[in-house]
């Protein structure tokens, strides 16, 4: 299981790292591990709100689709367009390539308050 | 897999845990004098006679083989080639529904990729799926796949000549739903445009209730203006003539199949048909069957896009309340391929042509006219005395001349809707026509 050190972690399996004054959003490496290989991914739209935990699109897999929550409240900034021909980005590199969203977070102090990739790194082990 | 219902052994044993001896304690709270009523059947008859006492109450019925027909109103008289019932009713064939192991049944899946694609090609759409109850729910469906475009779309505008029935279906799919349902009378375009920029969905129809066709140019361009989806209802006989709901653009198509080589019948079975566009095709409902190739590259079929589908996300389906249809798009899998692209156009144009006649002779009578305006196989009469009157004196002679409106609007007493297919022989028109002049003294 890869974990990217310099991110964040919601306990559904997002990721958020900084960039700036945004959050760049994806799944772990455990997540998408898990759902296998990623054929489609719905994306919100550039512009919307979404509270702490609110479901902001789908990853479907060959085998489940599952929902995507925001780790942070925050509006959509941007989302990662090269999925919709390519969704196995987030299989192959789902720390970079594969990002799915990036977000003005509402309240800068809210990224600290998620897991910290030791704690992130014994939930996903023992799930 | 057989149905094996609990046995005696299993019933005594569920009976002893709730502490009950027999199954009739489970009744007691029944007054006693309505817990086993006697029903005074009559001694029973051999097969022979009941047949016969069925077929003298069938005969009872008008149908549209007893006589002349020119009823339409959402469910239509069409030629359906003797081939379509027998294949259709082969042992292969006969199930509902897709199987639970639907890689295992290739035919099936056959059948339904074929309809599939047949349907797009008629409607000028990319996706189809395997089918629902009929034309009215596939409707509702396609209004719920605009509402599926975001939170913020809330607005659905349908047209004032949508069929009342099908309007009551999709109050009722939005019964508990927090949106805007709103009715719009003059071309799409100019609805879409005077629409806020809520909207969902707006719903053409191609044509509507009283056999317009409405002129669907800018439409689609005027609802995508708006953030929203054109959802077109299609008479797919008419399609086979006119420029495809595609080709005007349409994001998604809904159509009633019966006319596609099913039977008339009250209480159907129907067929909903559903088409859309690529983009769209997750929002789609339903089964669809997809081809693949297997490991050793041959060629096979599967169902594919099922994460959209219950059995897979449950309460987040695209669908909870959809069916495939499975004999019904097998009955219009096979009557589009008998008809061929040509059969179809063959089969609108006889429509076209003897409609318009029909219309013409009407027209020419004395005090009778036809609405004006763009049709193709249904239009509206108006008649000189009370349309229901006239209905009857005509069903007296022999002939269903069509709906009076006033089954739908009691205030229009002196409209009458008519349709006319290829199976209404001139004839059959030189006598309508004749019956009204003479009935309607």
Request: net charge negative.
């Amino acid at each position: 299981m890869k974990i990217d050190t310099e991110a964040r972690y919601a306990k559904s399996h997002e990721w958020a790292r900084k960039d700036g004054a945004e959050l760049v959003v994806g799944i772990s490496d455990h997540a998408q591990h898990s759902l296998g290989d990623i054929v489609y991914v719905d994306l919100p739209k550039v512009g919307a709100n979404f509270a702490k935990g609110a479901a902001f699109g789908v990853v479907e897999s060959v085998k489940a689709a599952s929902d995507l929550y925001l780790p942070v409240a925050g509006k959509i900034t941007a989302v990662n367009g090269a999925l919709a021909e390519s969704s196995d980005l987030i299989n192959k590199d789902c720390y970079g390539q594969g990002w799915i969203v990036r977000l003005a977070p509402a309240d800068a102090a809210e990224w600290e308050s998620l897991l910290s990739p030791e704690d992130y790194e014994k939930i996903a082990a023992e799930d | 897999m057989p149905y094996v219902p609990a046995t005696d052994a299993q019933r005594e044993d569920m009976l002893h845990r709730i502490g009950l001896v027999s199954i009739k304690e489970l009744f007691e709270d029944f007054p006693a004098a309505l817990r086993y009523p006697r029903l005074d059947l009559d001694e029973g008859l051999g097969e022979l006679e009941v047949l016969r006492e069925l077929e003298a109450m069938s005969s009872a019925n008008v149908t549209a083989d007893s006589c002349r027909w020119f009823l339409g109103a959402g469910a239509y008289d069409h030629f359906i080639p003797s081939a379509v019932p027998y294949l259709a009713s082969r042992g292969e064939f006969v199930t509902a529904y897709t199987p639970y192991q639907p890689e295992v049944s290739q035919g099936t899946l056959q059948a339904i990729f074929e309809y599939q694609s047949m349907i797009a090609d008629l409607t000028g759409m990319e996706a189809v799926n395997a089918g629902h109850y009929d034309g009215a729910t596939a409707l509702a469906e396609a209004v719920l796949m605009g509402l599926r475009g975001g939170a913020d779309r809330r607005r659905v505008l349908l047209p004032d000549g949508l069929h009342p029935e099908y309007r009551e279906v999709i109050s009722s799919y939005l019964v508990a739903a927090d949106v805007a349902v709103e009715t719009y009378s003059g071309t799409p375009a100019a609805a879409a445009a005077a629409s806020p920029d809520d909207l969902a969905v707006l719903v053409a129809c191609y044509p509507d209730f009283f056999g317009r066709v409405a002129d669907l140019s800018g439409a689609a361009e005027a609802v995508h203006a708006k953030g929203g989806i054109l959802a077109v209802l299609a008479d797919p006989v008419m399609l086979g003539l006119l420029k495809s709901p595609g080709e005007w653009g349409a994001d998604v198509v809904a159509a009633e199949g019966q006319s596609l080589g099913n039977d008339l019948s009250y209480g159907g079975p129907y067929l909903g048909i559903m088409a859309t566009t690529n983009a769209l095709v997750r929002r789609l409902p339903g089964r669809i069957v997809g081809e693949a190739r297997d490991a050793e590259g041959r060629r096979g079929f599967v169902l594919t896009l099922v994460a959209r589908e219950q059995h897979i996300r449950r309460e987040k389906a695209v669908s909870n309340i959809c069916s495939n249809q499975g004999l019904a798009t097998l009955r219009s899998c096979i009557h589009l391929a008998l008809m061929g692209r040509s059969g179809m156009r063959r089969a609108a144009e006889l429509c076209w042509h003897r409609a318009h006649w029909c219309a013409r002779r009407i027209a020419a009578l004395d005090g009778f006219s036809v609405a004006p305006g763009v049709f193709f196989k249904e239009f509206v009469v108006t008649t000189p005395i009370d349309a229901e009157t006239l209905s009857e004196r005509l069903c007296g002679r022999g002939i269903v001349c069509g709906l009076p409106l006033s089954r739908y609007w009691p205030e229009r007493r002196r409209e009458l809707l008519v349709c006319v297919t290829e199976k209404n022989s001139k004839a059959d028109i030189e006598d309508l026509a004749e019956a009204l002049r003479e009935e309607a003294k």
